[in-house]
C-alpha cells in the first residue's frame, strides 16, 4: 500500500512563491510516476506537473512551464512542487499521485494512470 502525504500549501500573495511536498511511503517507487494535479471549486481536477522517479524526467502543462518545478529526493522519497509567480487562478487543493501503470509519455499526464493518491494541500493565492 503507497502512502502520500501532503505539505507546504497555504495562502500567498499574487507573484509569491509556495513549495509543495508530497511525502510517500509503502512501496519503492524506482518504476513509478508521480504527479500533482490541482482542482478548484466548480472546476474538474487538472494535471500540474509529472516526473518519472527512474531519471527524474519532468513533465509539465502549459500553464506550469516556467513557473513550476517538479523534483524528487530519492533518498527522502519525497517529490516537491516549487511554485514561483503565483496567481489568483492557481488557487485551488493540490493532489500529490502516484502510479505504476505508464507506458508512454502521455500517460503521465492523465489521471487514470495514478492510483494512490494524498489528501491534498489547498493554496490561497491573494491579488
Known amino acids: 500500500q503507497v502512502q502520500l502525504v501532503e505539505s507546504g500549501g497555504g495562502l500567498v500573495q499574487a507573484g509569491g512563491s509556495l513549495r509543495l511536498s508530497c511525502a510517500a511511503s509503502?512501496?519503492?517507487?524506482?518504476?513509478?510516476?508521480m504527479g500533482w494535479f490541482r482542482q478548484a471549486p466548480g472546476k474538474e481536477r487538472e494535471f500540474v506537473a509529472a516526473i518519472r522517479w527512474s531519471d527524474a524526467r519532468p513533465y509539465y502543462t502549459d500553464f506550469a512551464k516556467g513557473r513550476f518545478t517538479i523534483s524528487r529526493d530519492n533518498a527522502k522519497n519525497t517529490v516537491y512542487l516549487q511554485m514561483n509567480s503565483l496567481k489568483p487562478e492557481d488557487t485551488a487543493v493540490y493532489y500529490c499521485a502516484s502510479g505504476s501503470a505508464v507506458y508512454s509519455d502521455s500517460d503521465y499526464y492523465t489521471p487514470r494512470v495514478y492510483n494512490y493518491w494524498g489528501q491534498g494541500t489547498q493554496v490561497t493565492v491573494s491579488s
Open positions: 509503502g512501496r519503492t517507487f524506482s518504476r513509478y510516476a
